[in-house]
């Protein structure tokens, strides 16, 4: 071994203990007002009482924690499924040889690179009831208008077709970065054995870059479920509660002056995503060994 490489432990010992002073800490000492009556009327720390787990228990008989926790997972699902697939689609073709597909590379990423608050503000537009792009391409066809906004299923597609479009571009650059490191030798000797362009695609280059599929699949989950900004932007987690995620019902219930029960909110999404980690460990470590 050369030791010449090896870097001294203080150079992973200091992040450590940076990371676990400004996130770890305080991170987990922030969980402990889940199991006391801190609010709005009670900010001082001498005022609060522990009430042990009746936050917990009051949020989980909340009628809006069902609907937050819903709509996280349909915004999840929704964001990993669409943005993976279209990504894989988008660096399929953007990794041949065409005109232009430099130019197209740029176009597609461009919505990546917008902050959240732009892309709410150009789909508010897009999706108003009165003059929106959505319901004009509607009307064209001979159809009624619809109020996205005023409703939960119209309101949570406006939302993820919004978030799939600022993330498409991200997923279709990882895609056809791994698309590019797969060996040319490998698309020729199937090609010689008589593989379609589908079956080399599907048999071959599929397989060979799991772990960037796996990579996108990560990032969209992780991000969809900490939806946050965009909704608030669109509808706030409107008409009444039914757009809402976790993210938009911690700050509801902060905003409230109800600080404990939106700690306790925190707290039980944070169980949440402990078990979707986990499961997706293990899902994800199988689908790699089988491809």
Known sequence: ???????????VWAP???????FVVPSTVGYFYAFTDWSAT????????????????????????????????????AKTVIVTVLGLWLAYILNREIRGKNALRAIYFLPSVLATLVVGLIF???????????????????MSRVQWFGS???????????????NVGYAMVISLAGMQSVSADYMEAASIDGATNWQVYWHVTLPLIMPTVNVNILFSLIYGLKMFDLIYVMTGGGPGNSTESFGTLMMNEMGAGRYANSVAVNLIFTIILVIVAIAYKKFSQRWEHMS
């Open 124 to 142: 508010s537009a897009v999706f108003q009831t009165r003059g929106g792009a959505a319901n004009s391409l509607l009307e064209l066809f001979g």
């Open 42 to 77: 009670r900010a001082k720390f001498s005022d609060i009482s522990f009430v042990g787990i009746s936050n917990i228990r009051e949020m989980l008989v909340n009628r809006n924690v069902p609907i937050a926790l819903v709509n996280t997972f349909i915004y999840a699902i």
């Open 152 to 166: 939960r299923w119209t309101g949570v597609f406006a939302i993820s077709f919004a978030e799939v479009w600022r």
């Open 1 to 11: 071994m050369n030791r010449n490489k090896v870097y001294p432990k203080y150079m």
């Open 16 to 22: 450590l203990i940076i990371f676990c002073i400004f």
